[in-house]
């Protein structure tokens, strides 16, 4: 319900009632001016805000995501080490099966026995060994085991006595 400006005003040829009008009419127009600068900064605010909070939320995702991925990596490194220490030993190990057969097999072929019934003998222990409480490797290096058992065994026989 807004007087419109045509409307006809009874005080309008008096000159402090114009001046007063005026004045109101500047008045409302600065308050809705101001009004609507306090309206979008409020809106502005209220986007910061929100821009704020989503910002917080992924800085928290991404802090969250970096300690999982460097858990993982910690992870991978220790399992990394694990596997190098485990290769290392088994390196060991492979050696020192490699030495004892062939000291098994020249204690056999001092005492006479021939090549085929040490290699018998050789593969015998090797079966003997596996069992329930000392299980067998895994497939693969537990065949590459017996056939370089076989080869050391052959060697060492027709080793230099």
Known sequence: MHPTS???????????????????????????????ISDRYRRALERYQHAQTRFEAIRTAV????????AQQAARAQDLARWRDSRAAASLHRAGVEVNVRDYVHSLRDKGMPPEEVLV???????????????????????????????????AYYDAA
């Open 6 to 36: 045509d409307a006809p005003n009874p005080y309008g040829d008096v000159q402090r009632v114009v001046d007063a009008r005026d004045r109101l009419d500047r008045s409302i127009s600065g308050y809705n001016r101001h009004s609507l």
């Open 121 to 155: 003998a050789v593969k015998l222990r090797l079966v003997a060994v596996i069992t329930p409480s000392a299980p067998d490797a895994p497939t693969f290096e537990a065949s590459r085991l017996a056939i370089d058992i076989g080869t050391w065994a052959i060697q």
């Open 63 to 70: 802090e969250e995501t970096h300690a999982a991925v460097a």
